[in-house]
C-alpha cells in the first residue's frame, strides 16, 4: 500500500517561499503519476500542480502557474511542490496524492492521497 507523508508547510510571510515534500512509501514512485491539491478556510479542494511518470509532463492550475514549480526525485522517492511570491490567498492545507495511471493529470483519479500540511501566509 503507498503511502504519502507531506511536509514542510509553516508560517511564511506574503511574498516569501516554501517548499513542499511529499515522501512516498510502501511502493516505487515509479510508475506513479503525482499532483499537489489544497484546500483553503471554507474552499473546496483545488488541483495545483501535476506531474508525469514516464515522460515528466507538468500541469499548473491557473493560479499557480509560474510561482509554483512541481518536480519528483524517483530515486529518493521524494515529490516537492516549490512555490515561490505566497500571498495570503495562499493559505491552505496543502496535499500531495498519486494516480497509478502515472499521467499526473487532475482528468484522471487519484488512488492516494496523504495527511496534508498547513501552510499560513501572513500579510
Known amino acids: 500500500q503507498v503511502q504519502l507523508e507531506e511536509s514542510g508547510g509553516g508560517l511564511v510571510q506574503a511574498g516569501g517561499s516554501l517548499r513542499l515534500s511529499c515522501a512516498v512509501s510502501g511502493g516505487s514512485l515509479r510508475t506513479l503519476g503525482m499532483r499537489w491539491y489544497r484546500q483553503g478556510p471554507g474552499r473546496e479542494r483545488e488541483f495545483l500542480a501535476g506531474i508525469s511518470w514516464r515522460s515528466g509532463w507538468t500541469y499548473y492550475a491557473d493560479s499557480v502557474k509560474g510561482r509554483f514549480t512541481i518536480s519528483r526525485d524517483d530515486a529518493e522517492n521524494m515529490v516537492y511542490l516549490q512555490m515561490n511570491r505566497l500571498s495570503p490567498d495562499d493559505t491552505a492545507v496543502y496535499y500531495c496524492?498519486?494516480?497509478?495511471?502515472?499521467?499526473?493529470?487532475?482528468?484522471?483519479?487519484?488512488?492516494?492521497w496523504g495527511q496534508g500540511t498547513q501552510v499560513i501566509v501572513s500579510s
Open positions: 496524492a498519486a494516480d497509478s495511471s502515472g499521467s499526473g493529470s487532475r482528468r484522471s483519479s487519484a488512488d492516494y
